[in-house]
């Protein structure tokens, strides 16, 4: 036992019925327990250990400090991986018992148990019990069946609270109200039912019907009312229902004495008693409002300003509207900020701001009402807005730079309108423009002074920084930093705006260190960089992980320098930012800890290592093997999908292939977005399927396969959609989208406002056709038909689309047929043209026709100015070449937004670059990096021979912005050759300079791609793999190729994989496998071109390369010793050819290499390390594979008792070892 305290992770300890139970100390149910009871009356010192034991043998309970540690791992551990006995344990307990434990979850206090070199940490303990899959459910029930007997109501609501909270609402399903007290005193009721109303939207719609008549149940009980014909609603009771008043019936609502109702505050209402209660308080001619004691109570009969503050959010559903003025229509939209909360009703909330808007402008210009007008000015059009003088827009802007919602047209607008008031940029004018400030231009960014752009960095106004397009960061990131000093100016740039920040400043910034970095965040060029240089000043790893960005930058080579207690100590801060690893860094890690300590190996890791490994997990350690992969992301963690089948046959093998009940689903966490279709099927218990549902409901990448089943095992059990209730639409809202259209139809009849709000949550993915046809069904069925008002004579009868259409519909505007679109009102399209540039499901003829549209709107492109181009979204694709370069394309900022769009043709992007370059007057070698950021994939047009004249001072700076281009391989392979001017030699790079180029590496010709060292290879980024042409790539040695990493051989095309030869699909296997690169042989001499004598290659050289020799005829005889194992290379001297000398030393090599392999076919077929068997073949019995050095070195011992045995390399298809030593046999 080490004589360092330590401190154990006994995450159940504080809560166990039996203590530290164990079969050697038969004695020690109550031991534990009787420690924190004894620990809570004297103060708890390292010297009272002996009292402790005094007092425990007192008890009747024998034994030493290290038995009780043993014993407490031992019944903790299989406690924490065994709920259910954990449950049982606790029912078990006497009362006393059972106080004691429920008293300690209910404190915060951090106490820690010192027992000689035993640190118990209490605290740490609890806070990770009520995190952990299983053991939150098991003491969630104990709670509801024992807590009230034995602790008071409001203890055991706050326990119940912590537990809830945990949950994000999985527990309440609807038969949990059956377990729920009702006899709660009035404060326990309230608390309980607040924790409700928190968790409400985690809610299911069954279980929030459930909840609400629970609580309904004991206010009703609790009422003295006894006439049925006044509602035992009171004020108060509305209050505590919050949220949960909407289920409230219509009749209900109209019982509720009037008094009441003017005493509540409706502030958290939603849904369908907000569209009632308007009637009631048009009935009544009174409403009041009090807000927590702030607002004294007033009685009124008509609308005010003050019934319109006490309206709430009643106010977004307002409809009488005749009777309004101008000024009241003002007060009311003032009110309506607050509607942007609601869900579902948004599409009627703008058209009510609409109506309200025209009559507060009734007889008064825009330029006098726009600061009244509140957040209803994102509902003026561009051709409102461009009518506004600059003294308006400037007298308002305090209401303008606070309202959320603007378009980018509108933004600017807005900001040129401010702008010309201004007439100079000055740092106060800027601090004043806060969501505006996306409408300045990058050229005026990059026209300010330079301590005015620091002063906004250090300013409440870089909050609104990151809404900044890249050009425009671009812009100010030149302005700082042209000056030549970066001291000040990088290090003060804070959060994701640092990301800008080029590989090249950063070698130039001093300025360094940990604690300045803690603000920002990096990529991965990055922080490669600055880890590297940091490492070099600190001695302490703790202080670079802490900075958690900083973990980016850790490679392979840092980690196995790491000492294994350095290790071990450091691993916190990989786990907890598992997130910011590349699954090359967690390979790495999962090899050192399963050389270091693959005992206490977190079983996640097992993922990384080769398929294989997984074998080594016994039975015994299914459950923590299941809890520690549910918790991180199997697609970011196996790439390989055969590898991933492997893994999830393991998870199948420890499920026993089914879902047994709700603690299995708990266990999974993540895996269940990953249980093959059958068990979704067939394979869920009936018990489990309510909380699996629920977790399934979050899976964003469920397979066809597991589709089809959820929505056969949804059929079986709900019955068809037709039949649903709405409540039972609403909880399957998330799977509507896995129905047939026929299915749908129903849905889209009966509950129209359900079909669309679900398809409003899905925005930013692309649903199924057939569900978009059935919202776009819901949509056309629900509104009034209008017929088109266009005059055009193909339009007569066409119901066109209108403004609240487009705003319902989203994606599923993609439904409207061209003629429809054709068919919209002027001011439709000129509201919704942003909307529908969204769309990403338009097809070419709605394209077409939409700037057809366009064209009649706002005449030819020649007269768009760059309010209306930034607006088009998607259908500026539309745009053939001619109308392209008719556009004005001299702002930068007007390319940068076409320049978002990703599928231009090179003719159309051809016509874009040389568009700017006209308009605004730049030649090639004008362009400044921010140009160069604007121009994104238009720039990929530019010829190449004009990207040599780019300035390197500009380029140099946007490397890595231009790194994420898929440009022509002609093209990054000019790019390459600039930034060989910037980071030198090729085989000088390091795997900062690789990761900082990004697709830009794929330039490189096959003699520079095989002179790379190995070590490099996981700095390509994926996408720079993907462009290496096929021809090239397959020039890669076996060894490159191994080396690669698993994000990047995953990353390896179809067509780049036919060109390989076995040995390397071989090595590419490895590496998506996870295979230790360094057990490797030390590269033979081919396995890296040979270079000159030459010590050092001057800048902007390559070094020579030793050609391939061609091709032999038949006939030619050369050396034939070459040829042999062991026969020695002829020199030139000896009378043969320069070509023919270097053809034998050419094949001796390959010899060589070939013999390598093997050896290496023979180790993996060698016992596993340790046995017996292998310590007959080993000189001396050590048992080790090759290292990096490519010498023996012995392998860790294993400790006693360790979970995880050395695998048996399997004969099969996943043994690569096995597969590559059968090759060589047949070769032979």
């Given amino acids: 036992m080490s004589q360092e305290p330590r401190t154990y992770s006994l995450f159940l300890c504080l809560f166990l019925s039996h203590g530290v139970a164990s079969p050697t100390v038969p004695d020690s149910k109550q031991a534990l327990l009787d420690l924190i009871q004894f620990q809570s009356s004297p103060m708890w010192t390292a010297d009272l250990s002996h009292r402790v034991l005094a007092y425990l043998n007192s008890r009747n309970v024998a034994f030493t400090i290290p038995s009780l540690q043993a014993a407490m791992e031992n019944h903790l551990e299989q406690r924490l991986y065994q709920p259910q006995k954990l449950l049982e344990d606790l029912r078990e307990t006497d009362a006393q018992q059972f106080h004691t434990a429920m008293k300690y979850l209910l404190e915060d206090k951090k106490d820690r148990l010192e027992l000689e070199d035993i640190v118990i940490d209490l605290g740490e303990i609890r806070k990770q019990a009520l995190q952990s899959p299983g053991v939150n459910r098991s003491l969630f029930l104990i709670t509801l069946e024992r807590c009230f007997q034995v602790l008071n109501s409001l203890e055991c609501v706050e326990i119940l609270g912590r537990l809830l909270r945990g949950s994000s609402g999985s527990f309440l399903q609807p038969d949990i109200t059956e377990r729920l007290p009702r006899d709660l005193c009035k404060d326990a009721f309230k608390n309980l039912s607040a924790v409700f109303k928190e968790l409400y939207d985690g809610t299911s719609a069954h279980s929030q019907r459930a909840l609400y008549s629970w609580m309904t149940g004991i206010l009703q009980t609790s009422s003295n009312t006894t006439d049925d014909s006044?509602?035992?609603?009171?004020?108060?009771?509305?209050?505590?229902?919050?949220?949960?008043?909407?289920?409230?019936?219509?009749?209900?609502?109209?019982?509720?004495?009037?008094?009441?109702?003017?005493?509540?505050?409706?502030?958290?209402?939603?849904?369908?008693?907000?569209?009632?209660?308007?009637?009631?308080?048009?009935?009544?001619?009174?409403f009041i409002s009090y807000d927590n004691a702030t607002k004294q109570l007033d009685t009124v009969y008509d609308i005010t300003p003050e019934l319109a503050q006490a309206l709430g959010l009643l106010v977004c559903f307002y409809n009488d509207l005749e009777l309004l003025d101008a000024a009241m229509a003002q007060v009311l939209l003032h009110q309506m900020i607050k509607c942007s909360h609601l869900r579902g009703f948004q599409a009627g909330v703008q058209k009510l701001k609409a109506n309200l808007l025209d009559i507060a402008t009734e007889n008064h210009t825009?330029?006098?009402?726009?600061?009244?007008?509140?957040?209803?000015?994102?509902?003026?059009?561009?051709?409102?807005?461009?009518?506004?003088?600059?003294?308006?827009?400037?007298?308002?802007?305090?209401?303008?730079?606070?309202?959320?919602?603007?378009?980018?047209?509108?933004?600017?607008?807005?900001?040129?309108?401010?702008?010309?008031?201004?007439?100079?940029?000055?740092?106060?004018?800027?601090?004043?423009?806060?969501?505006?400030?996306?409408g300045l231009g990058t050229q005026a960014f990059y026209g300010m002074d330079r301590?005015?752009?620091?002063?906004?960095?250090?300013?409440?106004?870089?909050?609104?920084?990151?809404?900044?397009?890249?050009?425009?960061?671009?812009?100010?990131?030149?302005?700082?930093?042209?000056?030549?000093?970066?001291?000040?100016?990088?290090?003060?740039?804070?959060?994701?705006?640092?990301?800008?920040?080029?590989?090249?400043?950063?070698?130039k910034e001093p300025g360094f260190n940990a604690t300045v970095l803690k603000e920002k965040e990096l990529r991965r060029s990055q922080a490669l960089f600055l880890y590297e240089l940091l490492s070099k000043t600190t001695r302490r790893p703790a202080e670079l992980l802490s900075t958690r960005q900083l973990v980016k930058g850790v490679t392979c080579s840092h980690i196995d320098a790491m000492s294994a207690e350095s290790f071990l100590a450091h691993f916190q801060y990989f786990e907890n930012n598992l997130s910011l690893l590349s699954p090359h860094q967690v390979n790495c890690l999962a090899w050192k800890y399963w050389d270091v300590s693959r005992s206490s190996m977190p079983p996640f890791l097992l993922a990384a290592l080769p398929a294989r490994y997984l074998a080594s997990v016994p039975a015994s350690r299914c459950v923590p093997f299941l809890i520690s992969l549910g918790k991180s992301q199997l697609d970011s963690l196996v790439l390989d999908s055969h590898k991933k089948n492997l893994v999830l046959g393991k998870v199948q093998q420890c499920l026993n292939d089914s879902v047994a009940d709700e603690y299995a689903v708990d266990i999974m966490g993540n895996l269940l977005c990953h249980l093959p279709a059958a068990i979704v099927h067939r394979g869920v218990?009936?018990?489990?399927?309510?909380?699996?549902?629920?977790?399934?409901?979050?899976?964003?990448?469920?397979?066809?396969?597991?589709?089809?089943?959820?929505?056969?095992?949804?059929?079986?059990?709900?019955?068809?959609?037709?039949?649903?209730?709405?409540?039972?639409?609403?909880?399957?809202?998330?799977?509507?989208?896995?129905?047939?259209?026929?299915?749908?139809?129903?849905?889209?009849?009966?509950?129209?406002?359900?079909?669309?709000?679900?398809?409003?949550?899905?925005?930013?993915?692309?649903?199924?056709?057939?569900?978009?046809?059935?919202?776009?069904?819901?949509?056309?069925?629900?509104?009034?038909?209008?017929?088109?008002?266009?005059?055009?004579?193909?339009?007569?009868?066409?119901?066109?689309?209108?403004?609240?259409?487009?705003?319902?519909?989203?994606?599923?505007?993609?439904?409207?047929?061209?003629?429809?679109?054709?068919?919209?009102?002027?001011?439709?399209f000129i509201r919704s043209v942003e909307l529908l540039g969204a769309v990403r499901g338009f097809s070419w003829p709605q394209l077409m026709t939409l700037k057809e549209k366009a064209v009649?709107?706002?005449?030819?492109?020649?007269?768009?100015?760059?309010?209306?181009?930034?607006?088009?979204?998607?259908?500026?694709?539309?745009?053939?070449?001619?109308?392209?370069e008719q556009l004005d394309l001299s702002s930068i900022d007007t390319?940068?937004?076409?320049?978002?769009?990703?599928?231009?043709?090179?003719?159309?992007?051809?016509?874009?670059?040389?568009?700017?370059?006209?308009?605004?007057?730049?030649?090639?070698?004008?362009?400044?990096?921010?140009?160069?950021?604007?121009?994104?994939?238009?720039?990929?047009?530019?010829?190449?021979?004009?990207?040599?004249?780019?300035?390197?001072?500009?380029?140099?700076?946007?490397?890595?912005?231009?790194?994420?281009?898929l440009c022509s391989i002609q093209v990054l392979a000019e790019f390459k050759r600039k930034a060989e001017v910037v980071f030198g030699n090729p085989t000088e790079w390091s795997s900062s300079v690789l990761q900082e180029l990004g697709t830009i590496a794929a330039g490189l010709t096959r003699e520079e791609l095989?002179?790379?060292?190995?070590?490099?290879?996981?700095?390509?980024?994926?996408?720079?793999?993907?462009?290496?042409?096929?021809?090239?790539?397959?020039?890669?040695?076996?060894?490159?190729?191994?080396?690669?990493?698993?994000?990047?051989?995953?990353?390896?095309?179809?067509?780049?994989?036919?060109?390989?030869?076995?040995?390397?699909?071989?090595?590419?296997?490895?590496?998506?496998?996870?295979?230790?690169?360094?057990?490797?042989?030390?590269?033979?001499?081919?396995?890296?071109?040979?270079?000159?004598?030459?010590?050092?290659?001057?800048?902007?050289?390559?070094?020579?390369?030793?050609?391939?020799?061609?091709?032999?005829?038949?006939?030619?005889?050369?050396?034939?010793?070459?040829?042999?194992?062991?026969?020695?290379?002829?020199?030139?001297?000896?009378?043969?050819?320069?070509?023919?000398?270097?053809?034998?030393?050419?094949?001796?090599?390959?010899?060589?290499?070939?013999?390598?392999?093997?050896?290496?076919?023979?180790?993996?077929?060698?016992?596993?390390?340790?046995?017996?068997?292998?310590?007959?073949?080993?000189?001396?019995?050590?048992?080790?594979?090759?290292?990096?050095?490519?010498?023996?070195?012995?392998?860790?011992?294993?400790?006693?008792?360790?979970?995880?045995?050395?695998?048996?390399?399997?004969?099969?298809?996943?043994?690569?070892?096995?597969?590559?030593?059968?090759?060589?046999?047949?070769?032979?």
């Avoid at 399934?696 to 079986?716: G, I, M, N």
């Avoid at 038909?785 to 066109?800: F, L, M, Q, Y």
């Avoid at 496998?1073 to 396995?1087: I, M, Q």
Wanted: glycine content about 6%; charged content about 20%.
């Fill in 856 to 884: 009649q709107v706002w005449d030819m492109p020649s007269y768009w100015r760059e309010q209306h181009i930034v607006s088009l979204g998607r259908i500026a694709l539309a745009l053939n070449e001619s109308e392209l």
């Fill in 230 to 286: 006044v509602s035992w609603v009171t004020a108060e009771d509305l209050w505590i229902l919050g949220r949960y008043m909407v289920h409230l019936s219509f009749e209900e609502i109209m019982n509720i004495s009037p008094i009441e109702t003017a005493r509540v505050g409706l502030h958290g209402a939603t849904s369908t008693l907000l569209t009632h209660l308007p009637v009631l308080v048009r009935q009544i001619g009174l």
């Fill in 451 to 507: 301590r005015d752009l620091l002063h906004i960095l250090r300013s409440t106004i870089s909050l609104h920084v990151s809404d900044l397009s890249p050009a425009q960061q671009q812009g100010i990131l030149s302005k700082m930093i042209e000056a030549g000093d970066t001291t000040s100016g990088v290090v003060e740039i804070q959060g994701a705006f640092f990301k800008e920040v080029s590989l090249f400043d950063l070698w």
């Fill in 685 to 828: 218990s009936p018990g489990a399927w309510a909380t699996a549902l629920h977790g399934l409901r979050d899976c964003a990448d469920l397979s066809p396969e597991q589709k089809a089943a959820l929505r056969l095992r949804l059929l079986e059990q709900r019955g068809l959609p037709q039949n649903w209730t709405a409540e039972t639409t609403k909880d399957l809202g998330p799977f509507l989208e896995l129905f047939s259209g026929e299915e749908l139809s129903s849905i889209a009849t009966k509950f129209p406002h359900i079909l669309q709000q679900t398809a409003s949550k899905m925005a930013g993915t692309l649903p199924p056709q057939e569900f978009l046809w059935a919202v776009f069904e819901s949509v056309r069925n629900s509104d009034e038909k209008r017929p088109s008002s266009e005059p055009i004579s193909s339009c007569h009868g066409v119901a066109a689309p209108s403004s609240e259409d487009i705003f319902k519909l989203a994606e599923a505007n993609a439904c409207w047929a061209p003629e429809d679109l054709l068919c919209m009102e002027e001011d439709t």
């Fill in 895 to 965: 390319v940068a937004s076409l320049s978002q769009q990703t599928e231009w043709t090179p003719g159309q992007a051809k016509a874009i670059l040389q568009g700017f370059l006209e308009d605004s007057g730049y030649r090639i070698q004008d362009l400044k990096s921010f140009h160069l950021v604007g121009l994104g994939a238009t720039l990929c047009a530019v010829n190449i021979t004009e990207i040599s004249l780019i300035k390197i001072s500009e380029f140099r700076v946007v490397v890595a912005r231009i790194g994420t281009l």
């Fill in 1010 to 1228: 095989q002179m790379l060292d190995k070590d490099l290879m996981p700095y390509f980024q994926p996408s720079a793999i993907k462009c290496l042409p096929d021809e090239i790539f397959k020039e890669l040695s076996a060894e490159q190729i191994a080396a690669l990493g698993p994000e990047n051989a995953a990353a390896v095309t179809p067509a780049q994989r036919r060109q390989l030869s076995m040995l390397q699909l071989q090595s590419l296997q490895r590496a998506l496998d996870g295979a230790k690169t360094r057990s490797w042989l030390d590269a033979p001499p081919s396995a890296r071109p040979i270079r000159t004598p030459s010590s050092r290659s001057l800048p902007g050289e390559r070094a020579s390369l030793l050609p391939r020799p061609p091709p032999l005829p038949p006939s030619l005889s050369l050396c034939p010793p070459c040829w042999g194992w062991g026969g020695k290379v002829p020199k030139i001297q000896d009378g043969i050819s320069d070509s023919h000398w270097r053809f034998c030393l050419h094949r001796k090599i390959q010899s060589l290499y070939k013999l390598s392999f093997h050896l290496q076919g023979a180790l993996a077929c060698l016992p596993p390390a340790g046995s017996n068997a292998q310590a007959r073949v080993v000189s001396g019995g050590h048992a080790s594979p090759f290292s990096a050095q490519g010498a023996w070195r012995q392998r860790p011992l294993r400790s006693a008792g360790d979970p995880y045995p050395d695998p048996e390399p399997q004969r099969g298809q996943g043994d690569p070892g096995a597969l590559k030593f059968k090759m060589h046999q047949e070769e032979e």
């Fill in 366 to 438: 825009l330029n006098e009402t726009l600061g009244s007008l509140s957040d209803a000015v994102v509902g003026l059009t561009q051709s409102q807005l461009e009518s506004l003088s600059p003294e308006a827009v400037h007298s308002a802007i305090s209401t303008l730079n606070q309202v959320s919602g603007w378009s980018k047209s509108q933004v600017v607008i807005l900001s040129a309108k401010y702008l010309a008031h201004e007439k100079v940029l000055s740092l106060y004018s800027v601090s004043q423009m806060g969501v505006l400030l996306a």
